[in-house]
């Protein structure tokens, strides 16, 4: 017997996230936009495996090492927006953040967001 199973769901739009990549570009002033492999290696001085990002994501249950990798993939971001900050604290940061927001309903950017913490 072949079952179908209809999943409903609702998008939450939201309107104001933080592209850490044009977040850094702007930061450094670079020509360029760069990833977060590349960032975490200038920001961070850390090296990013990007392994689990080229694994099969839509096969479920997740393997606990692409819940692993998805979690320190936000938990970077995080850092780096928090290493930018610091950074910035004689220059205004607002500029950085409000160049990288985006208006979710007017994009069809599917990259993982979250709200800046507040000042």
Same mark, same amino acid.
């Given at each position: 017997?072949?079952?179908? !199973?209809? /999943?409903?769901?609702? !998008?939450?739009?939201?309107?104001? &996230?933080?592209? !850490?990549?044009? #977040?850094? $570009?702007? /930061? @450094?002033?670079? *020509?360029?936009? &760069?990833? =977060?492999?590349?960032?975490?290696?200038?920001?961070?001085?850390?090296?990013?495996?990007?392994?689990?990002?080229?694994?099969?994501?839509?096969?479920?249950? =997740?393997?606990?090492?692409? !819940?692993?990798?998805? #979690?320190?993939? #936000?938990?970077? %971001? %995080?850092?780096?927006? =928090?290493?930018?900050? @610091?950074?910035?604290? @004689?220059?205004?940061?607002?500029?950085?953040?409000?160049?990288?927001?985006?208006?979710? $309903?007017?994009?069809?950017?599917?990259?993982?967001? /979250?709200?800046?913490?507040? *000042?």
């Amino acid at each position: 017997m072949n079952r179908r !199973i209809i /999943f409903s769901f609702s !998008i939450k739009v939201i309107k104001n &996230y933080l592209d !850490i990549g044009q #977040a850094y $570009k702007n /930061f @450094e002033k670079a *020509k360029q936009q &760069y990833g =977060l492999a590349y960032i975490c290696q200038k920001m961070l001085g850390k090296q990013m495996s990007k392994y689990e990002q080229v694994s099969n994501w839509s096969r479920r249950p =997740l393997r606990k090492a692409q !819940i692993h990798y998805a #979690a320190l993939d #936000a938990f970077l %971001v %995080v850092q780096i927006y =928090l290493k930018m900050k @610091e950074s910035l604290k @004689e220059k205004d940061l607002s500029r950085y953040i409000q160049s990288t927001a985006i208006d979710k $309903k007017k994009s069809n950017n599917k990259e993982i967001c /979250f709200d800046p913490p507040k *000042k």
